[in-house]
């Protein structure tokens, strides 16, 4: 039996109980901060020669130098042609479909002028250089080498680093295959916080980025969270999460699946049920019962279900679009008959699936919008990962000699009010 929470929205303390399943503090182990603060020092530090004692510590990977960590172009090349047929048709459609869908989300510059002549407006740049950490310790992800890649290329970055550590020497083809797929520009088998170290500062062989992105394990994440101010990251990550909201009318094995497509990624992440049908909650927990024993990481679906999971009956689906907001998912299927109206309640999601046949899976792989999506409750304040996180925009402002007369007289005297005079004079002797 999974020993998974069944909760009510009439109980008297469901408040405190959703608190308590919700709770997740993403603490900083001292050992691992510790860990981390020393290997970034050392690589801001030593340079090559530290992220090659790194590599040798805990990849067991020997080189002569970073150079020999870097992979030709032409491995990359070959890795995609030596795909199987069906796997790269699936890799390219999956990539099609991802660059279609971002090259709608291109910010423009654009100016208008004012009724002084002042022309004002916003200049949208592409970053230069951005740094994509793909993991390749227990897993291989090619996935996150296009969600990380598509939308910087589309947004024009020049160059894009990928670090992708290789343990014993050990490369996956399909992540290899992706970066020559994706136009990533170099990669270098280095991994954990040695590579965000790698990135964030600078080495004789590994070039400064401009910003950081991708999924890493503990090291990786307290090395991202350090290096920021340093480099821009995309986000701090936490487990994985989903929220399936349902009226009864799905597939209770489709359900359950769901819920485990979630629970398979890690002991820590969560998955949650709403439904206000509780004949339909027996069902869900009836088939997981039934399907986990057939799951090849059923130890770490049990664990994460028993943890942090929930199958809760609430009142309506009105009730179930509060609740979701409150919880803030960074997955929420609304997995009901007719789920439009359900849409323009929910404020805080990082994807919202529409409709029982919208499952969580095709949106990690090939819908097209964006994978890295916002956890731990951080879709209240923030967005998916996107072209604008590659792009950057700046203010243009030109004055017309009737607007240096008009606008220096309001700064002049803000400025004074602020007890700036140098801020004064500087506008005052523009107007004429």
Known sequence: MIG???????????GAQLAALLAFEAVQDPKIETAVAEILADVRRRGDAAVLDCT???DRLDAPAVAALELPRAELERALEALPRKQRAALEAAAQRVRAYHERQLSHSWRY?????NELGQQ?????????????G?????SSVIMNATPARVAGVAEI?????????EK?????????????????????AQAIGALAYGTQTIPQVDKIVGPGNAYVVAAKRRVFGVVGIDMVAGPSEILVVCDGTAEADWIAMDLFSQAEHDERAQAILLTPDAGFIAAVAASMERQLAGMPRRDVIRASL??????????DLDEACALANRIAPEHLELAVENPEPLLAGIRHAGAIFLGRYASEAVGDYCAGPNHVLPTSRSARYSSPLGVYDFQKRSSVIRVSLEGAAKLGGIAAELARGEGLPAHAKSAEYRMK
């Not at 028993?306 to 009142?315: H, K």
């Open 113 to 117: 002028t004012d009724e002084e002549g």
């Open 161 to 169: 680093i990928m670090t992708v550590p290789a343990p014993g020497g």
């Open 138 to 142: 227990k897993a291989a992800y090619p």
């Open 306 to 315: 028993e943890a942090r999971g929930a199958l809760i009956e609430v009142r």
């Open 4 to 14: 998974l929470r069944r909760l009510s929205t009439r109980q008297p303390d469901f």
């Open 56 to 58: 040798r510590r805990f």
């Open 124 to 136: 949208v740049t592409a970053l230069e250089r951005v740094g994509i950490y793909v993991p390749g």
């Open 172 to 192: 996956n083809g399909l992540v290899l295959a992706a970066a020559a797929l994706c136009g990533v520009t170099r990669v270098f088998t280095v991994g954990g």
